[in-house]
């Protein structure tokens, strides 16, 4: 597979009152388009760091971070975000969300009806139709993390970044998206990469599950396949023992990074 996204020796280094503090350090990772890879570890080990490097949230300390073979001087709409809080403008209906977005990307170039059309399009992918008119206060948190999601695929990135999407919400509605998550994913051919804590999360979404050290100045620890065949539904998966071996080796990496920090 191509890879669109190359990462390497990259280090982040924040400056501040106590001093310089190193957040990451040797990151080298490639990703390849149609890959979905999920970033786990520990509190502090710079994960939204490094899902923050990829969007061009910010620059890293050192190293070289390409996306297409072109550095990653800033954010692009080939690169969409989803926060773990959605971010909707509280002003603003849910399709003046999504078309917001729309607007900013192909607004130039396109006529109203179709951005219109666009943004109809992804509230209808998400199942959010219905919900056009309504302003956020008037919806669910499971909803409202939907039109996030519908903003961001909007701009038909190439990548979409995640930033635990899921970790407000309960249960039910977090298995609920996840499950609507590897539709999507399947529908667009998009590249995810997605920031959890969850391990039954990573496993079921992921092609890969990248795992990192403790901080500060963490790094890669391990790397692993997960080498389960899609489309996935988390019932079946539940009584596959490659699922259990994945899930049994992300644990005991966590576990092992824990005992650590606490000796």
């Not at 999504?98 to 009806?113: H, P």
Request: net charge neutral; with cysteine; proline share 4%.
């Amino acid at each position: 597979m191509k890879k669109i996204v190359q990462i390497e020796n990259v280090g982040q280094v924040f400056n501040t009152k106590n001093g310089p503090f190193t957040a990451l350090r040797d990151i080298t990772l490639d990703i390849h388009e149609g890959e979905s890879i999920s970033l786990i570890g520990h509190s502090g080990c710079g994960k939204s760091t490094l899902l923050n490097l990829i969007a061009g949230l910010t620059r890293p300390s050192s190293g070289v971070m390409l996306c297409d073979g072109r550095e990653i001087a800033g954010p692009g709409p080939e690169r969409a975000v989803v926060f773990q809080n959605h971010s909707l403008l509280p002003w603003l209906t849910c399709y003046d969300n999504v078309y917001l977005a729309v607007d900013r990307v192909f607004g130039a170039k396109e006529g109203k009806a179709k951005l219109k059309q666009r943004t109809q399009d992804a509230l209808a992918l998400v199942g959010l139709s219905h919900a056009e008119t309504k302003f956020p206060h008037e919806i669910s948190g499971g909803m409202k993390q939907r039109v996030g999601i519908a903003r961001a695929l909007s701009m038909e990135p190439r990548i979409l970044l995640m930033d635990e999407p899921f970790g407000a919400l309960d249960a039910l509605t977090r298995a609920t998206l996840q499950d609507e998550l590897v539709k999507i994913l399947a529908a667009t051919k998009a590249t995810m990469v997605m920031v959890t804590h969850d391990v039954d999360e990573a496993v079921l979404l992921s092609d890969r599950v990248v795992m990192l050290t403790n901080g500060p100045a963490a790094t890669i620890g391990e790397i692993l396949d997960v080498k389960l065949e899609r489309p996935r539904d988390r019932l079946a998966l539940a009584e596959l023992p490659e699922f259990a071996h994945c899930r049994a080796a992300v644990l005991d990496f966590l576990y092992k990074k824990q005992l650590k920090r606490a000796a």
